[in-house]
């Protein structure tokens, strides 16, 4: 199974767009067929991008999960969630919200020109991320301009975090929400 939460900025189209992609694109990807599953969530995420950056301007966040018989697969980019509720009744938070104080992303939005002003706001190339509130989404081309770099190493990146986890005996729930919740 895949279920995936995506909140998009800069009008609902990028968001619109990877909800309807992002399964045909696992199904054809060759790293799914063989049961690569955290590498084939990545390539996929990446194709996105490539997608997202042709077709126009806005953006959007990602948390997916990919379910197999005994594994949850999770990859997520930008501030969307994903938590596990274990039988004891304590919630695991799986994903992390993609912000300039997560660890080693302002490295990477300072090696991509970026930088971070006083009311904690990105710039990059004199281009202020007003609206976008996190160093990680797909699309967002406005975000991305730095032609020295790759999607991988701008200042707002399509990278995802993954995580992989066997699905424990008895577990509760698995919540995929947006960070308004």
């Not at 619109?16 to 390539?43: C, M, P, T, W």
């Not at 997608?51 to 953006?59: D, E, F």
């Not at 797909?138 to 200042?155: H, I, P, T, V």
Request: a neutral charge; hydrophobic letters at 40%.
């Amino acid at each position: 199974s895949l279920i995936g939460v995506y909140d998009g900025h800069g009008g609902n189209s990028a968001a619109i767009y990877v909800k309807e992609k992002i399964g045909s694109l696992l199904a054809s990807n060759r790293d799914f067929h063989r049961g690569n599953y955290a590498e084939s969530l990545h390539q996929v995420f990446m194709e996105l991008e490539r997608l997202l950056i042709r077709r126009g301007t806005s953006g959007t966040t990602a948390t997916v999960a990919l379910i197999t018989a005994t594994k949850v697969f999770v990859a997520s980019v930008g501030d969307s969630f994903a938590m596990l509720l274990q039988q004891d009744g304590t919630w695991i938070k799986l994903t992390e919200d993609h912000k300039h104080s997560y660890p080693g992303e302002m490295d990477r939005v300072r090696r991509a020109g970026g930088s971070l002003t006083a009311d904690k706001s990105i710039v990059q190339q004199g281009v202020h991320m007003w609206q976008l509130a996190m160093t990680r989404s797909l699309g967002d081309r406005c975000f991305k301009s730095n032609k020295k770099f790759g999607a991988e190493e701008q200042a707002v990146s399509p990278v995802p975090d993954i995580v992989e986890f066997e699905i424990p005996q008895g577990c509760g729930f698995l919540v995929l929400a947006s960070d308004g919740v």
